[in-house]
C-alpha cells in the first residue's frame, strides 16, 4: 500500500470515529431503548456504574470504535441495545451498530478506609487512571438562594444513598488518594465541589494538599475553585502542589452569567473578576494548565465558541459538556439542545483547541467537562490506532 | 343532591376534563405525532388554515373531541399516533385509543382570496383569525437586522425571505383589506405589529392606518404592537388615534436575559427599565386590563416568567405569552422548547393570576398575537364553555 493510500486509510478511520462520536451526542439527544433486566445483569456482571453518583440505569459505555456515550431510557427511539450471547449490542432500528463495552469501576474504590467508609465514598477514579474528589456534596450558595440555576450539586446531596459524605475531611481524602496511587490510578488528582461556607476553599485545598505530601512529595493535579476577591492568593495553590487550576464560568455571555450564576456573579467580584482571575493564575501556573469550564447548551453556539476563542488565546483551556436538565434545579423541564447543535460546538471547538497548540494532556487535566471533547480532540490529531480510539491514560507518576 | 348542585358537579368535571385535554396538546408540541400523511389526506383543509403565520411546522393540526385545538409534528418515534378506523381519523397513545379527533373545517375565509385594487389578496395583507379578528403584519422585516441586533428567537427577518410577502403594506392597503372584512363581520378586533421600523417611524405609520381605517368608519377596536417609544408623552397619541390597546412585547422578564435575547429592544429603546416604565405609563392611558405585553415561555426559568405576570398583572397590564419554538435560521436554532409539564406549570399558573386580578376573557385576546395560548385555559377555569366543549372564542361584533 502506498503512503498516500495509508493516509487515505487513516483520514478515513479518522471520519469513521468522527461519526460515532457524533453518535454519542445522538443517544444522549433520544435515548436509547433497553430491557432494564437485562442492563441489570449486566451490571451485575461487569461491575459497571454510573459515574458522580447519577444513578442511572444504564451505565456508560464505550461504541465500538471506542467513543464513551451514554443516554436514558426511551421507549420511543431508534436506538436499543439487545442482549445477543449475553453481549449488549446496538441497534439504530434494525440496523446493527456494533457491540458495546459497559464502563467499570475500578476495585480500589471497594476498598475501606480506617474510617470505614469506602474509596468510593470519598473519591471516583476515572477510566484514565485520574481521581476526581468532591471535596462537599453541597454548596453554600443554597442558603443564599444563589445556586446556580443548573447545579444539582445540593439537590444530589440529598441523596444519602450515592453521597454518603458530604463534607470530606482533607485526612479521609489524603487515605483514599494513597489507596488510589498505590493501585496506579492516582495518576492525576481533581478536586471540586461546592462554595465552602465563608469561602475556605483556600485553607481546605491546602489542608488537602499537604495531607498528600506527608506520603508523597509530588502529585499532579487541579484545584476546581471560585475566582477568589483577592487574585494574590492563587501561587499558594500551586505552592501546595496543584500544578493545574480551574475557574468555572460556565457561561461565557455576562449577561447570562449573572443569570444562571447569581451567585458567582455576586459573591466573586462578577463575569469580569472571574476572566481577571484566570487570567492572572496563567502567569502563576502557565498556559495550557489554567482550565475552565463552559456548560454547552445554555446559551448560543457563537457565544459559547467566542468564549472558547478568547480563552484558548490567553492560554486557557475552555472545556465545556452538554446540558443536562437535573431534577430539582430551577432548569428542570429544560431540554438540552439537539444533537446537531451539540456537535457543531464539538466540531469547531476542538478545532480552536488544535489552532492553540493544546495538548491531549491538558484536555484531560481540567474540570470533569474535559473528556467530553478530548476525544475528538485526539481523533483530529490521529492519536488513535487501527479502528479503534483507545481509552486515554495519564501518564503514570511512579 | 339537587339539580342545581348536580350540575355545578358536572360542570367542574367538564373543566377538568378540558383543563386535562389542554395539557394533552401540550403534550403533542413536545412529542410530536406519527401519522401517514395519505390516510389524512382526504380529512384535511388546505394547508392554509394551519399555517397562518406562514411558520411551517411540517406536521398536523386537529381538534381533541372536547374542543381544543392542537397542533404536532411529525414524528416517527412518538407515543402518540393518528390511524384512521372506519373512515374515522382516531388518536392512539401507544395502542391505547384516546378519541376520535377532528381537523380544521375553517378553510380560509372567502373574504381572504378578494382582491384589493392594488392587486394584491386581502390575505397579502392581513390574516383573518378564527375569532373575528385581523391580524396585520405592517412589514415583514425588522431594522434590528442591519444592526445585528435581531431579537434572538426571531424569524421575522429569516421569513422575510418568502417572496410572495410584499414587505411593507402601505396604510391605503391595510384599510382597503380591513374594509372587506369589516363588511364579512370578521374585523371585531384589529392588531397591528410588525418589526422595527427603519427610523422607528411607528407612530406615523400607525397613525396613518388608523386615519385611513375611519375614512369608513367612526371608530374601530384593536391593539398597537409598538416597541417602547423613546418619549413616553407620544403613548396618548395611539388611542387618540383610535387604538384602545396597547402591547410592548418584553418577550422575557428577567432583566439580564432581556439584554441577551433582545439585544435591539435593550439598546434601542432605553432598556429593560424603560420598556416596563412605558408599559405603566400605558396603564395611565388605556386603563387596566387594555396593555399587554408578550413573553416568549421557555426562555427564562418558570420562577422568573411567573414573578414578570405577577407583577404585571398588579401594574393592570396583561402578560400574555407562548411557548418558546426554536425557528430555522435564529441563533437559537436547535434548541429544544421545555418539555410539556413546564410549559402547563406556567399556563396553569398565569391563568390563576390573571383572574386573581380580574382581567376577562376580551382582555385576555385583545393584545398580541399568543392570546388563545392562555386565554383557552383561562376561559375554562372561569367557566366559559357550554355542554362538554370549550368553543372557540369570538369578538363580540362592532357592527
Not at chain 2, 301 to 327: C, M, N, Q, T
Request: glycine letters at 10%.
Amino acid at each position: 500500500m502506498s503512503l498516500i493510500n495509508e493516509s487515505k486509510t487513516k483520514e478515513e478511520i479518522k471520519q469513521l470515529l468522527l461519526d460515532e462520536a457524533r453518535l454519542s451526542l445522538e443517544l444522549s439527544e433520544k435515548g436509547i431503548f433497553y430491557n432494564a433486566e437485562d442492563i441489570k445483569r449486566i451490571r451485575a456482571k461487569t461491575g459497571a456504574s454510573a459515574p458522580f453518583g447519577r444513578r442511572d440505569g444504564l451505565p456508560g459505555f464505550h461504541l465500538p470504535h471506542g467513543n464513551n456515550a451514554s443516554g436514558k431510557f426511551n421507549k420511543y427511539t431508534p436506538y436499543s441495545i439487545v442482549l445477543e450471547d449475553d453481549r449488549p449490542i446496538l441497534y439504530d432500528e434494525k440496523t446493527l451498530i456494533g457491540e458495546l463495552e459497559f464502563q467499570t469501576g475500578h476495585l480500589a474504590s471497594e476498598q475501606l478506609l480506617s474510617t470505614g467508609e469506602k474509596v468510593r465514598d470519598i473519591l471516583n477514579i476515572s477510566a484514565q487512571g485520574g481521581l476526581h474528589v468532591m471535596y462537599s456534596n453541597e454548596c453554600a450558595l443554597k442558603d443564599r438562594g444563589e445556586d446556580c440555576l443548573f447545579c444539582a450539586f445540593n439537590e444530589r446531596a440529598k441523596d444519602g444513598e450515592t453521597n454518603k459524605v458530604l463534607l470530606k475531611s482533607p485526612r479521609q481524602v489524603a487515605e483514599a488518594y494513597d489507596i488510589a496511587r498505590q493501585a496506579g490510578v492516582a495518576n492525576h488528582f481533581r478536586i471540586t465541589g461546592g462554595f465552602v461556607p465563608e469561602r475556605r476553599e483556600l485553607e481546605y485545598y491546602i489542608d488537602v494538599a499537604e495531607a498528600i505530601r506527608e506520603k508523597y512529595d509530588t502529585f499532579n493535579g487541579v484545584a476546581v475553585i471560585g475566582a477568589p476577591a483577592d487574585l494574590s492568593v492563587l501561587p499558594k495553590y500551586k505552592e501546595a502542589g496543584f500544578n493545574s487550576i480551574s475557574t468555572n464560568i460556565e457561561v461565557w455571555d455576562k449577561n447570562l452569567f449573572a443569570v444562571m450564576c447569581p451567585g458567582k456573579e455576586k459573591r466573586n467580584g462578577g463575569w469580569r473578576h472571574w476572566i481577571d482571575s484566570l487570567e492572572a493564575s496563567v502567569e502563576i501556573f502557565g498556559k495550557g494548565n489554567v482550565h475552565s469550564t463552559i456548560v454547552g447548551g445554555l446559551e448560543i453556539k457563537e457565544s459559547t465558541l467566542e468564549g472558547i476563542e478568547f480563552f484558548a488565546s490567553k492560554g486557557i483551556v475552555c472545556h465545556f459538556s452538554a446540558f443536562r436538565s437535573e431534577k430539582g434545579t430551577a432548569l428542570e423541564g429544560f431540554r438540552s439542545p439537539d444533537a446537531n447543535f451539540h456537535w457543531e460546538l464539538l466540531d469547531k471547538a476542538t478545532d480552536i483547541y488544535h489552532r492553540y497548540g493544546f495538548t491531549t494532556y491538558q484536555m484531560y487535566s481540567g474540570p470533569a467537562s474535559g473528556g467530553h471533547s478530548a476525544g475528538v480532540f485526539r481523533i483530529k490529531a490521529g492519536d488513535f490506532e487501527g479502528d479503534k480510539l483507545a481509552t486515554w491514560k495519564f501518564p503514570s507518576l511512579d | 343532591m339537587s339539580e342545581i348542585e348536580t350540575q355545578i358537579k358536572r360542570k367542574e368535571e367538564v373543566k377538568q376534563l378540558l383543563l386535562d385535554e389542554a395539557k394533552l396538546a401540550l403534550d403533542f408540541n413536545e412529542k410530536g405525532i406519527f401519522y401517514n400523511a395519505e390516510d389524512l389526506k382526504r380529512f384535511r383543509a388546505t394547508d392554509a388554515d394551519l399555517n397562518g403565520f406562514r411558520r411551517n411546522a411540517g406536521g398536523v393540526g386537529f381538534s381533541l373531541p372536547y374542543g381544543i385545538t392542537t397542533n404536532a409534528k411529525f414524528n416517527r418515534w412518538t407515543p402518540y399516533s393518528i390511524v384512521v378506523e372506519n373512515d374515522k381519523p382516531i388518536l392512539y397513545n401507544d395502542k391505547e385509543p384516546i378519541a376520535e379527533i377532528s381537523f380544521p373545517t375553517n378553510t380560509p375565509n372567502p373574504v381572504s382570496e378578494q382582491l384589493l385594487s392594488s392587486g394584491q389578496k386581502v390575505k397579502n395583507i392581513l390574516n383573518i383569525s378564527q375569532f373575528g379578528g385581523v391580524h396585520v403584519s405592517y412589514s415583514d422585516e425588522c431594522s434590528l437586522k442591519d444592526l445585528g441586533e435581531d431579537c434572538l428567537f426571531c424569524s421575522y427577518n429569516v421569513r422575510e425571505r418568502d417572496p410572495e410577502r410584499p414587505l411593507i403594506k402601505n396604510p391605503g392597503q391595510v384599510a382597503e383589506a380591513y374594509h372587506l372584512a369589516r363588511q364579512a363581520g370578521v374585523a371585531n378586533h384589529f392588531r397591528i405589529t410588525g418589526g422595527f421600523v427603519p427610523e422607528r417611524r411607528e407612530l406615523e405609520y400607525y397613525i396613518d392606518v388608523a386615519e385611513a381605517i375611519r375614512e369608513k368608519y367612526n371608530s374601530f377596536y384593536g391593539v398597537a404592537i409598538i416597541g417602547a417609544p423613546e418619549d413616553v408623552s407620544i403613548l396618548p397619541k395611539y388611542k387618540e388615534a383610535g387604538f384602545s390597546n396597547i402591547s410592548h412585547n418584553l418577550e422575557v422578564w428577567d432583566k439580564n436575559l432581556f439584554g441577551l435575547v433582545c439585544p435591539g429592544k435593550s439598546k434601542r429603546n432605553g432598556g429593560w427599565e424603560h420598556w416596563l416604565g412605558s408599559l405603566e405609563a400605558a396603564v395611565d392611558v388605556f386603563g387596566k386590563g387594555n396593555v399587554h405585553t408578550n413573553l416568549v415561555g421557555g426562555l427564562e426559568p418558570k420562577d422568573s416568567i411567573l414573578e414578570g405576570i405577577e407583577y404585571l398583572a398588579s401594574k393592570g397590564i396583561v402578560a400574555h405569552f407562548s411557548v418558546f419554538r426554536p425557528e430555522k435560521g435564529t441563533p437559537f436554532e436547535g434548541y429544544r422548547s421545555p418539555e410539556a409539564s413546564f410549559h402547563w406549570e406556567i399556563v396553569d399558573k398565569a391563568t390563576d393570576i390573571f383572574l386573581r386580578y380580574g382581567f376577562n376573557s376580551l382582555q385576555m385576546y385583545s393584545g398580541p398575537a399568543s392570546a388563545d395560548h392562555a386565554g383557552r385555559i383561562f376561559r375554562i377555569k372561569n367557566g366559559e364553555f357550554e355542554g362538554e366543549k370549550l368553543g372557540v372564542y369570538k369578538y363580540p361584533s362592532i357592527d
